[in-house]
């Protein structure tokens, strides 16, 4: 099962993610900052565990998340179907 992440917004303090990259997550890790994977990892493994999330007002398959160094890069994770 795989996971597609995309950045939503980017004020990313080194430049390394832009608004619009995409990273696909099947086996391993991403090319992501490792603050912003440590920060998407366990929504990412309980997805590709087959969990269903807590997103708004209901439930779904994906999730959204942020840069813990103060939310300056946003992300949306989804489980892509097969």
Same mark, same amino acid.
């Given at each position: 099962?795989?996971?597609?992440?995309?950045?939503?917004?980017?004020?990313?303090?080194?430049?390394?993610?832009?608004?619009?990259?995409?990273?696909?997550?099947?086996?391993?890790?991403?090319?992501?900052?490792?603050?912003?994977?440590?920060? $998407?990892?366990?929504?990412?493994?309980?997805?590709?565990?087959? $969990?269903?999330?807590?997103?708004? =007002?209901?439930? $779904?398959?994906?999730?959204?998340?942020?840069?813990?160094?103060?939310?300056?890069?946003? *992300? *949306?994770?989804?489980?892509? =179907?097969?």
């Amino acid at each position: 099962m795989k996971v597609k992440i995309t950045v939503t917004e980017s004020f990313c303090r080194s430049g390394y993610h832009k608004k619009g990259d995409v990273f696909i997550v099947e086996d391993i890790c991403p090319e992501m900052c490792m603050e912003l994977w440590h920060e $998407a990892y366990p929504y990412v493994f309980a997805l590709r565990s087959g $969990a269903i999330l807590d997103y708004g =007002e209901g439930k $779904a398959r994906k999730f959204s998340s942020s840069c813990p160094d103060g939310g300056r890069v946003k *992300i *949306i994770g989804e489980v892509m =179907e097969e």
